[in-house]
């Protein structure tokens, strides 16, 4: 270990500080150590306050196992249990036929409009609460858009939205970008030569992509499948969404939320949420293990472009523009609800207005820069923690460094509601110097249960990012004489960006559009985000249309946001790219 | 009691209040109400006051009493304002709210046969609600049904896969509307009524909105709802409308001053004001749309708005036993959500079998085939406890789950009584399915 403080923090950044902001104490212990104690804080301290009833007894109160004895022998439970575990495959499974053909046409090919496929691809992502579920039932839903004009023509009735199959459906739209992203980022950073090397040697279509580019891609693949797999596992919204109560999620928070009942269950579900999500990604890790995914050299990275035949451009439009128009279904759907003025039980909406954006523009511009700015703050520290404990666990021997990631990804099978009133028991009776408010009413503490749920996306990509580092880039730099500092800063944050960018718009779209964990923390209005906005709106029949408009206004305040990273990635690409295979 | 005479529910004397700046300051609001209702209000109740500035904090009604008892160390809040009052008696087993005499007139002490306001004058109820059916005219032209406005039309085969509902654990006044059945039926028969009225259901929502929305949206065609959902969807537009059946209970949505409030005085001013007759004016507002508790607030109501104090058959039938319900509280969310939520496709499967097997031996000449849907029916019926059960309060206390002393001991665990249910249940539906279908093909 070297014995300068090595910041990734500060990359970038540091080097244009003054040099006494990053003393050359002890390096990355330090900053394990502080990444531990912000976790402990902020995420494993409140939630153990209130999950702490799962180990007790409920009529005694004594430490117990029995809850959990009790779980399993529900057969209620042990049915949600496989219900949630089959949803989550097979959503990867969906997940992954409608990421792949994308990600591979647009890093494969000379395609028009990559830019637009990568971004677009992206909102679905950003499906604002309640919103979106109602736009998913319009144009979806028994009586929707498709089913009606289906009824009209064919006389059926496609049960898209019943059942676990809809919860399959819904869930692999909205999470597929977890796939795409991950994956195009790392198929961006296969080594060109790897590619050659294998056309040499004769190989050459599906089987080159199978044998080569795959399986190099794999870090990435795995990254997102394993996010996809968990995130499924642990959402609750599109079972809630869809009246599905035989899942997990859903039973936890049935049995928390009610008004005056903490039913133990509730909470011993959670933990086993918890308990599973950090043994997928053991699995995930699993699969991973012995296997070596750096490439060494980046001067001629990304794979080969080359021009597509004019028949196979058919196809490939035909099926980008089919699957755009699949996922992007919902927001289709939120627009139209957005213009629209009665939309009840017809194809498309009675008439069209812009009065619900009158409505909506009078009192949410605060909701508008509150967002940007708590979504930001989350998102840009969530970057910085996950390069650090990207670092800290594949590069490091630090002892415990596993551990962190564990507890950073366990945030993810956290409930929102759980962690909300986990900070209000917490933070409520600590008051912050010179404001004099309590801390749990503080705005800061909003934007740090975001960080906290949203840190688990920017890790999984930074880890994806670094794994395709070779360590011989940064020990060829090291021998040159730079110090372990600033190797980081000038090799391997670098190559890692296109994971780190990944990450960041990951973590701030779904930061958002986050409502669970805010809704307990908003203590004024002047401090509430916009998806708080939007249930204000969206819980009288009214107000449907503004809280669409409102919707609309949070996708495309986030896919700015895409598309400015998505033009930083391309230009960073070009910038390495030597030329491509015309 | 600080309170001046002054601060009394007459305008005259609001007026005064007002010119009173002294007193002023934030008033600090919690609620589940919407802005569409909270709004109108608190213009109404600056421009009677203009010394205080109202601060509305929306959060569900779950969260909002989540978020009162982890802040009631240093409580920031002054006023809870919901409408389910089970909300409000479970902040009040806490001590949260203060005991407070607000000076209102006029209103009575009962809606219904339900009390007005809480008998130690900790939550006062300022608007009725009732619980009804709402159907979208579209959707039923479109399936060619006539509207349901009594519960038992629910339970006919024709409705069968129309109708929503949330569960009762979900939404308090949802729960009233089950006790209210279970009360005005008896036990055994409401049980009945409400799994036959479920097997036609197409789904049990999570929120209370969902079922409005379900039926504006016109993904189902008729949902049982809290009236001024109904009202204002229909102001709002939609093709919806809305009844009282015979059986319903009319309950206050309430409004409560938290104990340690910061400004005391400004929430007791807020309580007045909603009790007032402007306040209660208010209340008419097309996208609000709430029954009025003062009866003098009807005079400005629109044409065929309901009179709950006059139009007497608006939740008459029932004498609604208000110890009774809070009893077996718990106890009846979870038989619930046990025999109809989670078990929903069960429910459905049994019902729509048992529907088919009717349908077919509807003539009555096959003896055989009516005996086994009658055996069939009664599996449906059963229910794992009879009434005693429910009210006896050893047995109760399994679901209310709170020890107050590290000393209290329950026999049971909620879980191990749940899933004896759960095993119950299942087996009965499917073997009322087996019944029906082998009627069926008789």
Do not use: F, H, M
């Given at each position: 270990m070297s014995n300068t403080h090595e910041t990734p923090v500060a990359t970038g950044l540091a080097e244009r500080m003054p040099g006494w902001l990053f003393p050359r104490l002890s390096g990355l212990h330090i900053v394990a150590l502080f990444i531990a104690l912000l976790l402990t804080g902020l995420l494993l301290i409140p939630v153990a306050q209130v999950i702490f009833v799962a180990f007790q007894?409920?009529?005694?109160?004594a430490l117990t196992l029995q809850n959990f004895v009790d779980f399993f022998g529900t057969s209620l439970f042990r049915e949600s249990f496989w219900n949630s575990f089959y949803v989550s495959a097979m959503s990867v499974v969906v997940a992954t036929a409608i990421a792949l053909p994308l990600a591979y046409i647009t890093t494969r090919f000379h395609f028009s409009g990559s830019i637009l496929i990568q971004s677009l691809g992206f909102i679905p992502l950003i499906m604002p609460p309640f919103v979106g579920a109602v736009a998913m039932q319009l144009i979806f839903g028994r009586n929707g858009t498709v089913n009606l004009l289906l009824g009209e023509r064919f006389g059926i009735n496609i049960p898209f939205m019943e059942g676990l199959n809809g919860v399959i459906l819904v869930q692999s739209i909205h999470y597929f970008p977890f796939i795409l992203i991950n994956l195009s980022a790392s198929l961006r950073n296969i080594d060109r030569s790897m590619e050659e090397a294998a056309q040499n040697l004769g190989s050459s279509g599906m089987r080159l992509f199978r044998k080569i580019v795959f399986p190099l891609a794999m870090p990435g693949y795995v990254a997102g499948a394993a996010l996809v797999f968990i995130k499924v596992f642990d959402d609750l919204g599109t079972p809630l969404l869809l009246n599905v109560n035989n899942m997990l999620a859903p039973q936890a928070y049935l049995r928390i939320s009610?008004?005056?009942?903490?039913?133990?269950m509730g909470y011993v579900i959670s933990v086993i949420l918890v308990a599973f999500s950090i043994l997928s990604l053991w699995a995930s890790f699993l699969v991973m293990r012995g296997k070596d995914y750096a490439t060494v050299q980046k001067g001629g990275g990304g794979m080969a472009k080359r021009d597509l035949k004019p028949a196979e451009k058919v196809a490939a439009y035909g099926v980008v523009i089919f699957i755009l128009l699949v996922v992007l279904s919902p927001h289709i759907g939120l627009a139209l609800l957005s213009f629209g003025t009665i939309w009840s039980f017809a194809p498309l909406p009675d008439a069209y207005t812009l009065q619900n954006y009158v409505t909506m523009w009078a009192g949410s511009k605060t909701f508008i820069v509150n967002t940007v700015l708590y979504a930001g703050i989350a998102a840009t520290l969530d970057v910085i923690l996950g390069t650090a404990i990207a670092y800290i666990v594949i590069r490091t021997k630090i002892f415990g460094r596993k551990g962190l990631d564990y507890l950073a990804t366990a945030a993810l099978a956290v409930p929102g509601v759980v962690l909300g009133i986990g900070y209000l028991r917490t933070f409520h009776a600590i008051d912050v110097p010179l404001i004099g408010k309590p801390l749990a009413s503080w705005w800061v503490i909003i934007a740090m249960a975001l960080m906290i749920r949203r840190l688990p996306y920017a890790l999984r990509a930074c880890m994806a990012a670094l794994q395709q580092v070779s360590l011989a880039l940064e020990e060829a730099a090291e021998s040159l004489g730079a110090t372990k500092r600033r190797t980081i800063q000038k090799v391997v944050v670098p190559l890692m960006t296109g994971g780190i960018l990944a990450g960041f718009v990951t973590s701030f779209a779904t930061a958002a559009v986050e409502l669970s964990a805010t809704i307990m923390l908003v203590s004024s209005n002047n401090d509430a985000p916009l998806a708080y906005g939007i249930y204000l709106f969206m819980q009288t029949p009214s107000g449907r249309g503004a809280g669409a408009a409102l919707g609309i206004v949070a996708v495309i305040v986030v896919a700015i946001g895409t598309i400015a990273s998505q033009i930083i990635i391309e230009r960073d690409k070009k910038l390495k790219a030597s030329g491509d295979v015309q | 009691m600080k309170l001046k005479a002054s601060l009394c529910g007459s305008i005259a004397v609001a007026a005064l209040t007002a010119g009173a700046a002294f007193a002023d300051g934030k008033v600090t609001v919690i609620t589940s109400f919407p802005e569409s209702m909270t709004g109108p209000i608190e213009k109404a109740f600056e421009a009677a006051n203009p010394g205080y500035d109202l601060e509305v904090l929306n959060k569900s009604t779950s969260s909002g009493v989540k978020f009162l008892e982890e802040t009631a160390g240093s409580n920031t809040s002054d006023i809870f304002w919901a409408s389910a009052p089970d909300a409000f008696e479970v902040l009040k087993a806490d001590g949260l709210l203060a005991k407070v005499a607000p000076k209102s007139d006029g209103i009575p002490e009962k809606i219904g046969a339900y009390p007005m306001n809480d008998a130690d004058g900790t939550y006062f109820g300022f608007a009725a609600s009732g619980y009804g059916i709402m159907w979208n005219e579209r959707y039923l032209k479109a399936h060619e049904l006539e509207p349901a406005r009594?519960?038992?039309?629910?339970?006919?085969?024709?409705?069968f896969g129309h109708v929503g509902m949330s569960a009762p654990s979900r939404s308090g006044t949802t729960h009233l509307t089950v006790e209210t059945l279970l009360q005005g039926d008896g036990w055994q028969e409401g049980w009945s009524q409400w799994k036959w009225m479920a097997g036609n259901f197409r789904t049990v929502t999570e929120r209370s909105f969902g079922v409005p929305d379900g039926v504006n949206t016109g993904n189902f065609g008729l949902g049982i709802v809290i009236d001024f959902f109904g009202f204002s969807s229909r102001a709002s537009g939609f093709p919806v409308d809305f009844a009282y059946p015979t059986v319903t209970a009319l309950v206050p949505a309430n409004v409560g001053v938290v104990k340690n409030a910061p400004n005391h005085d400004g929430a007791v001013s807020f309580v007045e004001f909603l009790l007032s007759p402007e306040g209660q004016k208010v209340l008419l507002d097309p996208a609000i749309m709430r029954l009025p508790v003062n009866p003098a607030a009807y005079a400005d109501a629109p044409e065929g708005f309901p009179n709950p104090f006059e139009d007497s058959s608006i939740g008459a039938t029932v004498k609604f036993d208000v110890d009774k319900s809070g009893a077996r509280y718990n106890l009846v969310n979870s038989l619930f959500d046990v025999m109809i939520t989670y078990r929903l496709t069960d429910l459905q499967a049994a019902v729509r079998a048992v529907q088919q097997a009717e349908e077919k031996h509807a003539g009555g000449g096959n003896a055989e085939a009516l005996a086994l849907i009658e055996e069939a029916r009664a599996l449906i019926d059963?229910?794992?406890?009879d009434e005693a059960q429910s009210l006896d309060p050893e047995f109760a206390a399994i679901f209310t789950k709170k020890r107050k002393k590290a000393t209290d001991e329950v026999e049971q665990r909620q879980a191990e009584v749940e899933s004896r249910w759960d095993a119950m249940v299942v087996d009965n539906y499917s073997k009322a399915r087996e019944l029906a279908e082998k009627a069926l093909s008789m």
């Open positions: 007894n409920p009529a005694t109160g009610g008004v005056g009942i903490s039913d133990p | 009594e519960w038992s039309d629910l339970t006919k085969p024709e409705y059963q229910t794992p406890i």
